[in-house]
């Protein structure tokens, strides 16, 4: 149980252009939602928490007019990356939590600006 | 704040003897204590946690981790070690108040035959 999907799993596209990262708790109903980002042989670094009907609640640093994030049900996140640039690509990671604590994670993006 | 340190890049291990991935954190209040162990080019897997009650925490594949409170600690271990434990090792925190966990710089750990 407690598996969270993402998909896509590998985007490459164009800078300029928009890219959408969905976020699925397969089996389960997931209160909060978060969107990770990291770097290669690095930690994950938070970028924004969400629940589900209300806005989501960005890191300081964190842009949330270009990293848009939508959790419109229980079980889906969508993440958007608008107007990407090449400093944009990176490995996105969403992690579901229920009440138990623990956080479930997706099996990560990975994105490739051009 | 909280904050969680891994002091080790990497640590290396011959199959079979036993493994330690350090941890150690800073939270106010009482932590809530995560390992978790991400394989190239995948999403992070859990392995085990804190929340409360004994310090002696038993998780998935065979680890372990101890709390200890007075040295902030939450190592991981695990008695023998196999080449497939071969990975990078995250540890996180979070506090009561909190939602959201705060990891560690990650530890890779190479597991030889």
């Known amino acids: 149980g407690a598996v969270v999907s993402q998909h896509p799993s590998w985007v490459i596209c164009k800078s300029g252009t928009s890219v959408k990262i969905e976020c699925r708790s397969l089996?389960?109903?997931?209160?909060?939602m978060f969107w990770y980002r990291q770097f290669p042989k690095q930690s994950l670094m938070l970028m924004a928490t969400?629940?589900?009907?209300?806005?989501?609640?960005?890191e300081q640093g964190v842009e949330k007019d270009k990293f848009l994030i939508n959790h419109a049900s229980l079980t889906l996140s969508t993440l958007t990356v608008t107007s990407a640039h090449p400093e944009d690509s990176s490995f996105y990671i969403c992690?579901?939590?229920?009440?138990?604590?623990?956080?479930?994670f997706g099996p990560g993006t990975r994105l490739t600006v051009l | 704040a909280q904050s969680v340190a891994q002091p080790e890049d990497q640590v290396n291990v011959a199959e079979g003897n036993p493994l330690t991935v350090k941890c150690t954190y800073s939270?106010?209040?009482?932590?809530?204590l995560f390992w978790y162990v991400q394989y190239p080019n995948r999403g992070l897997q859990f392995l085990l946690k804190?929340?409360?009650?004994?310090?002696l925490v038993k998780g998935s594949y065979g680890f372990e981790a101890e709390f200890n409170k007075s040295q902030t600690s939450f190592h991981l271990k695990k008695p023998s070690a196999l080449v497939s434990d071969s990975a990078l090792y995250f540890c996180?925190?979070?506090?009561?108040?909190?939602?959201?966990?705060?990891f560690g710089k990650g530890t890779t750990l190479s597991v030889s035959s």
């Open positions: 939270v106010s209040g009482n932590p809530y």
């Open positions: 996180a925190v979070r506090d009561q108040a909190g939602t959201a966990l705060i």
């Open positions: 969400s629940n589900e009907g209300s806005k989501a609640t960005y």
């Open positions: 089996d389960f109903q997931a209160t909060t």
């Open positions: 804190y929340i409360t009650g004994d310090n």
């Open positions: 992690s579901a939590s229920i009440a138990e604590h623990t956080q479930y």
